[in-house]
T-cell receptor, first 110, second 113 residues
Framework: KNEVEQSPQNLTAQEGEFITINCSYSVGISALHWLQQHPGGGIVSLFMLSSGKKKHGRLIATINIQEKHSSLHITASHPRDSAVYICAVLIKAAGNKLTFGGGTRVLVKP | ETGVTQSPTHLIKTRGQQVTLRCSSQSGHNTVSWYQQALGQGPQFIFQYYREEENGRGNFPPRFSGLQFPNYSSELNVNALELDDSALYLC????????????FGAGTRLSVL
């Protein structure tokens, strides 16, 4: 079993819809990252969380440390949001090495 | 713009060859990690360097090796390339004292034929 699990693996939405991506992990972590990867490969860090909630524009990320769960929400989705969204955790026992989920491929149709 | 530059962006090699991928980080970023991302999968940790010494390694064979230089650049070397080495290779660097914030390069896409 992977230490970081994401769901769904694929998601298709219509422009304007509210999107939620989930991430569950099974180990103690010091921080959790949400990353965005567009076709072509480059990864952009969206959020780093260790507790609570963060908001940036139409993106909201939440984390529940007790439940070992985080969600990334996209409000009023737009075709330019189409990308792979990756959850990655910094495992306490493993120093600063990121362990990644498998990613969620999001397609927003106009 | 993350300040982390990888070169080349794309590379084609044949089985058995050797390859060197490069990563240039921001000044003061003395920790660099390398990741391999196969098509359709999440990145996998290869190894990390801190102050020019290897500081942890994932489940990759010894033919994957690295170097980190005092000018905040680093290399990933892969010997005896195999077809399964075809992937996107990402480097990420972080600043001393803020090592939980990693800045990613755009990656090098390696194709092994």
């Amino acid at each position: 079993k992977n230490e970081v699990e994401q769901s769904p693996q694929n998601l298709t939405a219509q422009e304007g819809e509210f999107i939620t991506i989930n991430c569950s992990y099974s180990v103690g972590i010091s921080a959790l990252h949400w990353l965005q990867q567009h076709p072509g490969g480059g990864i952009v860090s969206l959020f780093m969380l260790s507790s609570g909630k963060k908001k940036h524009g139409r993106l909201i990320a939440t984390i529940n440390i007790q439940e070992k769960h985080s969600s990334l929400h996209i409000t009023a989705s737009h075709p330019r949001d189409s990308a792979v969204y990756i959850c990655a955790v910094l495992i306490k026992a493993a120093g600063n090495k990121l362990t990644f989920g498998g990613g969620t491929r999001v397609l927003v149709k106009p | 713009e993350t300040g982390v530059t990888q070169s080349p962006t794309h590379l084609i090699k044949t089985r058995g060859q050797q390859v060197t991928l490069r990563c240039s980080s921001q000044s003061g970023h003395n920790t660099v990690s390398w990741y391999q991302q196969a098509l359709g999968q999440g990145p996998q940790f290869i190894f990390q360097y801190y102050r020019e010494e290897e500081n942890g390694r994932g489940n990759f064979p010894p033919r994957f090796s690295g170097l980190q230089f005092p000018n905040y650049s680093s290399e990933l070397n892969v010997n005896a390339l195999e077809l399964d080495d075809s992937a996107l290779y990402l480097c990420a660097s972080s600043l001393e004292g803020a090592q939980n914030i990693q800045y990613f390069g755009a990656g090098t896409r390696l194709s092994v034929l």
